[in-house]
Structures are given as C-alpha cells and as structure tokens.
C-alpha cells in the first residue's frame, strides 16, 4: 500500500497573503489532483497533473499555482487569500484512467 | 458540463433500516460513476464503482446499479449501522483518461441508535 501525506495540516494566514500547501504521495501514481472541500458544496478541483512538471487547471484554479516539480510531490500555492476561500483542501492522487483516486487528510485553511 | 445532483443533503436513519442515497448525472461521455465516503476527520476512501449498464456492484454491504437510462447511480444498504454514519459523495469521470472528476455536494448519512 502507500500513503498521501499533505502538510501542513492546520495552516492560518492573513487575507491578501500568499501561502503554500503540500502533498507527498508513495503510490508512483502518475496523476495528482487537488482539490478543495466547502461544506455543503462538495468537491470542487483545482489543479490536476498527469506526470512530473505537468499542470492542468481545473474548474477553480483562479487565484491558485500549482507545481508538480517531482513524480512524488504535488505543491499547492494560494496566491493572495481571502477570507471567503476558507475551507478544506485535499490532495489525491491516482494510477489514471478510471482508478481509484486515493486521498490525503487535508489542510485546513482558515483565513484572518 | 459534466453535472452530478445529490437530492438530500441529510438522511437521518435508526439502526437496521434500509436506505437508498440518489445520485444523477449528466454527460456527454460514456458515464463512470463513483461513490466515495467520508468518515469525520478522515480522508474520502472509495466505496463503489461502475460504468456497466444495468447490473449491480457490490461492496462493504452497500450497493449501487448503473441505469443509464435515467441516468441514475444510486447506493443502498439493506441495514444501516452506526458506523454507516458519514459523508458520501458521487463522482462521474469526465472520459478523458485522466479521472477528473465532477462531485455531488454529497450526503450525510447520520444513523441513530
């Protein structure tokens, strides 16, 4: 089996901050998503990538990087955070095709 | 788009009784469809997945059918537990190859006693 790792797990900032969150997966998998998790809205992606330095916006990349620099490691930056993007974000990573996404615990981001 | 709609927000159940939780897609691709459930503090895991018309899959004593005809992938259980008690959310893979994924807003499941 493997294991997602994302750090940090609590992250606080002051809005208009940038800020940077990341995600270490021992699968191999080729593709790496992120995603983030607002209550009641489920799970909306940001950024996927399908190999290394590889990058793919997706339906809320605005206001967010990405950088996939190694096979193992996919970094989420918030570009300047506001106070209405508080929520969870979840890293998951996947063999592609129609496999199982597998995910990470999350960072919470809250937002002073 | 791509679209999925989960109807209920909450479902609130006494332990034992059966429970059948919707999910509706829209799509233009031939549709695979996900549940994933979440328990408190924890990562989703995935729970079921088909994209074969018509039959049953099965898994952890929940199960789902694929009717693309009403465009329908809904879960159920015979006999809910309290550990049944979790977020769950269905998924439609967008057809690309790479599994991107459109969520519902998913369900709670709270199993009461």
């Known amino acids: 089996g493997g294991i997602i790792t994302q750090t940090p797990k609590f992250l606080i900032g002051q809005e208009g901050q ?18 983030r998790q ?17 990058l793919q916006k997706g339906d809320l990349s605005e206001g967010y990087d990405a950088s996939r620099e190694k096979k193992s490691s996919f970094s989420l930056t918030v570009t300047s ?15 592609g095709g129609y496999a199982e996404q597998f995910f990470g615990p999350g960072t919470r981001l809250t937002v002073l | 788009g791509d679209s999925v ?6 479902v609130t159940l006494t332990k034992g009784l059966p429970v059948m939780l919707n999910c509706t897609y829209q799509t233009t691709y031939s549709p695979f469809l996900f549940w ?16 074969t018309d018509n039959k049953r899959t099965e898994h952890q004593g929940f199960y789902a059918t694929l009717h ?6 809904h879960l159920q259980k015979s006999s ?7 977020l769950y959310f269905c998924a439609l893979s967008d057809g690309s190859g790479y599994n991107k994924l459109t969520f519902g807003k998913g369900t709670v499941l709270l199993v009461s006693p």
């Not at chain 1, 209550?39 to 290394?52: A, F, M, N, Q, V």
Request: net charge neutral.
């Open chain 1, 18 to 35: 940038k800020l940077t969150l990341k995600c270490q997966q021992n699968f191999n998998h080729d593709t790496m998503y992120w995603y």
């Open chain 1, 38 to 54: 607002d209550s009641g809205k489920g799970l909306r992606l940001i950024y996927y990538s399908i190999t290394e330095n590889d």
């Open chain 1, 81 to 95: 955070a506001q106070k209405n993007e508080m929520a969870v974000f979840l890293c998951a990573s996947s063999l």
């Open chain 2, 5 to 10: 709609t989960q109807t209920e927000g909450l």
């Open chain 2, 36 to 51: 994933y459930v979440q328990h408190l503090n924890e990562a989703p895991k995935l729970l079921l997945k088909s994209s």
């Open chain 2, 68 to 73: 693309k005809s009403s465009s329908s992938f």
């Open chain 2, 80 to 86: 809910v537990q309290l550990s049944d008690s979790a």
